[in-house]
């Protein structure tokens, strides 16, 4: 060879092409008839043998208390710990001295769901969702503010735990 | 006259129709099949199990930007789509695809060119096949595009002899070179169908016919993990698409010859219904119906084919063209056509099935070495290097 082919030298007796062709197009052929895999995914969401994860993090969700209001105190551990710093809060106070949040937006495209929010939230306000669907016709539309956030009602996740590291 | 020239137009619209709407559902089939081997669904979207996908397809193929590099040969970088997309098409011409069909105005054969050296015309168009994806990768002025090209013409070249070679063989037991009479010629019994009495010849027709239409384990003019999309690399839109039509219409040719050549073109087997006149509409449509089912397995076989085996290394297939299937091929001629000496001029048999079981012995003697030499890794065995060269 004029160009440098690296020359293998198989022993005759250990090298097949056509048996190993008929075997492989055997095996082909039975593959014709197997069980398919594919989810068919708008209508099929989760198969027997696949559910998305407890512990998936997606999009944010702020729970509510029984008034319907958010649950967030504005204590500024969520803005603090962000690493991609994607959470706008503006801390606000009513007559009583509770803290509320006046500004509360997340925006869901610096977000990188790394779900700290949720782990430092002293008041399990806020939390990041098992949910994956989200197109929206406009950019804008994906920084999600307060309202937003408390009208979602997908499945929160469930955060790894140390001592149950398999969930169990 | 009238009748022929009025059934020769009716016959070209209707084969010309269901090649097109054949190849159309191909794409379909490939992709699916593939699938299924894969494990997967498929296409299954546009249409009931995804049968508009075609339609699909080509729609989008329509409506997409049609590209010219600024240094392309633009002529024939515009020619070469439909230059590799005739021959595809005029080889089907003189396949013989049904039993005469019977009109008011007179027997019209089921084949729409009948020419008395249909099987000359055969190994004529199909080696034009190769200027088209040549000139493609030429004009395209694109360094992947050229290798593309010029290895499709070396492939082209070396396989057609084996190609050629091997259908000899199919002449030699014929004795004449109009398909219709090769059809003929078979119809006997199931034994005289030629694959049993050219078995090998059909394997070298087989082999040579996948290296012909550049399908895998064959494709290295496209291969795409060393030449991007090789010679239609520049190509999109419709253009792109022509050469997909003539890869998938090659492949509706080359199964048509295989059906024809050696497995008794529209012949039903086990019964002599079908090849005795009086002809009636529905021995016709039989027939048809039997010639498709035929051609169909072998569409099946070179799909399935695709998706089992991994590519050939361009020395490896070089050293099967010349080393193996060409001398083989010579050989089996030789030593055919001493056979078919013996028995039919030495002995005066006529042809039937038992003159057919002879030479189905022979092949399966003569099956024995080059399988034996096929499987031992000859083929896959590494480069040769030279003597104190090489790695």
């Known amino acids: ?168 | 006259m009238t009748l022929f020239l009025v059934s020769s137009v009716i016959k070209i619209v209707v084969v010309f129709t269901v090649v097109m709407v054949s190849v159309a559902l191909l794409t379909l089939a490939e992709r699916r099949i593939c699938a299924w081997i894969q494990d997967r669904l498929g296409p299954n979207r546009v249409g009931p199990e995804g049968l508009l996908q075609p339609a699909a397809d080509g729609l989008k193929n329509l409506l997409k930007e049609e590209t010219l590099p600024a240094q392309a040969d633009r002529l024939l970088f515009v020619l070469a789509p439909a230059l590799a997309f005739i021959p595809a098409l005029m080889t089907i011409a003189v396949v013989p695809f049904g039993a005469p069909l019977p009109t008011p105005w007179g027997t019209v054969p089921l084949v729409v060119a009948d020419l008395p050296v249909g099987f000359l015309y055969i190994l004529a168009i199909s080696s034009l096949g190769v200027y088209g994806i040549v000139l493609a990768g030429w004009a395209s002025n694109n360094k992947y595009s050229l290798l593309g090209g010029l290895r499709a013409s070396a492939q082209m070249i070396s396989y057609e002899i084996a190609l050629g070679m091997s259908t000899v063989a199919v002449l030699l037991l014929a004795g004449n070179v109009t398909l219709s009479e090769v059809v003929a010629r078979q119809q006997q019994s199931v034994f005289t169908w030629n694959v049993f009495p050219l078995g090998l010849a059909y394997f070298i027709f087989t082999v040579a016919a996948f290296a012909e239409t550049n399908r895998l384990p064959f494709d290295l003019p496209e291969a795409e993990g060393e030449l991007i999309a090789g010679y239609h690399t520049e190509y999109s839109a419709m253009k792109f698409s022509m050469f997909y039509i003539a890869e998938y219409a090659n492949m509706v040719t080359a199964s048509a010859l295989m059906a024809t050549l050696f497995f008794g073109g529209w012949d039903i087997p086990f019964t002599h219904w079908d090849d005795t006149p009086p002809w009636t509409v529905w021995k016709s449509l039989a027939t048809v119906v039997m010639f498709s089912c035929k051609v169909g397995c072998f569409l099946f076989l070179y799909i399935w084919v695709r998706w089992t085996l991994p590519r050939f290394r361009y020395d490896q297939l070089m050293a099967l063209g010349w080393q193996v299937l060409l001398p083989f091929a010579i050989g089996y001629l030789a030593l055919l056509a001493s056979a078919i000496w013996v028995l039919h001029d030495q002995l005066g048999w006529s042809y039937d099935s038992r003159f057919a079981l002879v030479l189905c012995a022979l092949n399966l003697v003569l099956a024995i070495p080059l399988f034996f030499v096929l499987d031992r890794g000859r083929l896959i065995g590494g480069a040769v290097p030279e003597p104190g060269g090489g790695a």
């Open chain 1, 1 to 168: 060879m004029a160009i440098g082919v690296k020359t293998v030298k198989r022993p005759v007796t250990e090298t097949s092409y056509l048996r190993a062709t008929l075997r492989g197009m055997f095996l082909t052929f039975r593959h014709l008839f197997r069980p398919k895999v594919t989810m068919q995914y708008p209508e099929e969401k989760s198969s027997t043998d696949w559910t998305i994860s407890a512990r998936w993090r997606g999009t944010h969700r702020m729970l509510t208390d029984e008034q319907g209001r958010a649950k967030c105190v504005a204590c500024g551990l969520c803005p603090q710990i962000c690493p991609a710093n994607c959470i706008k809060l503006v801390p606000g106070e009513d007559e009583q001295g509770n803290r509320y949040p006046l500004i509360y937006e997340i925006d869901e495209f610096r977000c990188i769901f790394c779900g700290y929010c949720q782990e430092v939230c002293p008041e399990e306000a806020i939390h990041v969702g098992v949910h994956y669907e989200n197109s929206e016709y406009a950019r804008d539309r994906f920084v999600y503010d307060l309202e937003r956030l408390c009208a979602q009602t997908h499945p929160v996740s469930t955060l790894w735990d140390p001592s149950d590291p398999k969930g169990e």
